[in-house]
């Protein structure tokens, strides 16, 4: 591991430099000042030697005007003009720059002549670089938001979460913010966009904030891993101990090209990838739309379940479609997940909830009980199944409507913190009472989502951390 690793400069400075800072509302070094006056906590300084004032701020001709008084520059100018700005950060004092920047080692040879220009700057100077050609960091406590897209409000939007972020594409980040974060799909601790690691790279963002309380679990994009034997090193200390999912872009050759015209970056031997993931005990996804919907899982329950199957590997379906069982089943078992036949005594109890004539079985069909005796029979029959030590998790599937005013939210929330078991549910129904739904049980930390195969691989991430951590516990 290098011994350089001490990223607090990046996620929590005192002072702040925007440069190529400007009032034209069009260009990213507005909207990064424009954030960063708007929601950070110390000083915050526009650098642009044709201004004298912007936004209200006054202005500075160049860096070396600022000696002393600057921790961290944030950099918005032509490729060209970054060595300069560097030199400029060397002779002020800065300690880190946030180069936000395209036009670097993934546009050609004279992009990397500029970009080794900047290495050697960098090391001359102690200078930490992050970056090139990315929308840089946000950290939720205390509060920085760089990215050079405008978020008015983002520090009264976002609420400090515990969910950790990395992405190596830069405008993949700014989306992931924006389409995911700001919107309240979950909350985050740190989100990390490192481009084309000059400097800073998965290794050193994911070690730090492994280590970080905040943050309790981790997603990240990745096109490369450049220090592979220091990634596992990091993700082996973290297994069992805070999850890991990785999207790892380039798994043949036609994207492996894309990703070295996009980051300049360089793709390994999938299979070897992810063979050493898994050892690892990363989580492994292959699109972006799980990656979040595993940070969305992790951010309301980050910590492992209680298991009391042998395999910690069982799951029971509770369900009012019969056919959406039999599909669950189906993807149950696609993803290695068993969907044991339940043991006695649950099957006597939930014979106490069915009608006599339907005997009850996994998955439990509980629609012609709910008919009976309403809604109700879903906690009832939720109760006896996370009692089964069978079952180490179930899968709820109910119906969106008018009926949710009388849903047992509270009832299902109690009976799922008791059980110490994982929850997650599928909805399908009327769309005008699907977000009404996933906000109630979002507060149990029950995710909700709306597609099943997204359900199975949000149970079976939840299932193998904590089987991890069953390991890891049990090793001591």
């Known amino acids: 591991m290098r011994e350089r690793n001490d990223l607090d400069i990046f996620f929590a400075p005192r002072r702040v430099a925007v440069v190529g800072a400007t009032a034209n509302k069009a260009k990213g070094g507005y909207n990064i000042l424009a954030n960063m006056l708007e929601s950070f906590a110390g000083p915050v300084y526009p650098v642009n030697p044709g201004r004298d004032e912007i936004l209200g701020a006054r202005c500075y001709p160049s860096l070396r005007e600022l000696a002393g008084k600057v921790d961290l520059a944030i950099v918005f100018v032509p490729a060209e003009a970054v060595p300069g700005v560097l030199e400029d950060c060397v002779a002020a004092g800065v300690q880190a720059a946030v180069i936000e920047s395209g036009g670097f080692a993934e546009v050609g040879e004279r992009g990397r002549e500029i970009t080794r220009r900047c290495q ?44 950790g972020i990395i992405a190596q594409s830069g405008m993949l980040a700014a989306g992931f913010m924006f389409q995911y974060v700001l919107s309240g799909f979950f909350k985050v601790s740190k989100a990390c966009a490192i481009g084309n690691k000059m400097d800073v790279d998965e290794v050193d963002v994911l070690d730090y ?59 390994g031997s999938d299979e070897v990838v992810e063979g050493a993931l ?18 969305k899982a992790f951010s309301l329950h980050p910590g492992p379940f209680r298991l009391t199957s042998p395999r910690g590997d069982g799951v029971a379906v509770v369900t009012i479609t019969g056919g959406g069982g039999v599909v669950t089943t189906d993807l149950l078992r696609d993803s290695g997940l068993s969907v044991p036949v339940l ?5 006597k109890g939930l014979a106490e909830v069915f009608p006599a004539w339907m005997p009850p079985s996994n998955p439990v069909d509980i629609w012609p009980a709910i008919e009976q005796r309403g809604p109700a029979v879903f906690s009832e029959t939720l109760r006896e199944v996370l009692a089964d030590d069978r079952v180490d998790g179930v899968i709820l599937l109910p119906f969106a409507s008018r009926l949710l005013e009388i849903y047992p939210f509270e009832e299902i929330g109690k009976i799922k913190r008791e059980s110490g078991k994982a929850v997650v549910s599928w909805v399908f129904g009327d769309l005008r009472f699907f977000v009404e739904y996933e906000t109630r049980m979002r507060e149990h930390g029950i995710p909700v989502f709306i597609d099943l195969r997204s359900c199975v691989l949000a149970l079976r991430a939840y299932l193998h951390f904590s089987r991890l951590a069953r390991e890891t516990s049990a090793a001591g």
Request: proline letters at 5%; aromatic letters at 6%; a positive charge.
């Open 343 to 347: 043991e006695e005594r649950t099957l």
């Open 278 to 295: 898994r050892q690892a005990g990363v989580v492994r996804v292959h699109d972006f739309h799980d990656l979040m919907n595993l940070g």
């Open 120 to 163: 050697e700057i960098a090391a001359r100077g102690n200078l930490r670089l992050w970056g090139p050609n990315c929308t840089g960091l946000v950290c939720t406590d205390p509060f920085i938001f760089t990215p050079f897209m405008r978020a008015p409000d983002a520090h009264k939007r976002l609420d400090p979460g515990n969910l």
């Open 209 to 267: 904030i492994s280590k970080d309380d905040r943050t309790k679990a981790v997603v990240a994009y990745l096109e490369s891993i450049n220090r592979g034997s220091e990634f596992l090193e990091v993700a082996r200390a973290m297994r069992g101990r805070k999850p890991l999912a990785v999207l790892k872009g380039g798994r043949y050759e036609e994207a492996a090209r894309a990703a070295l015209s996009h980051t300049a970056s360089m793709a």
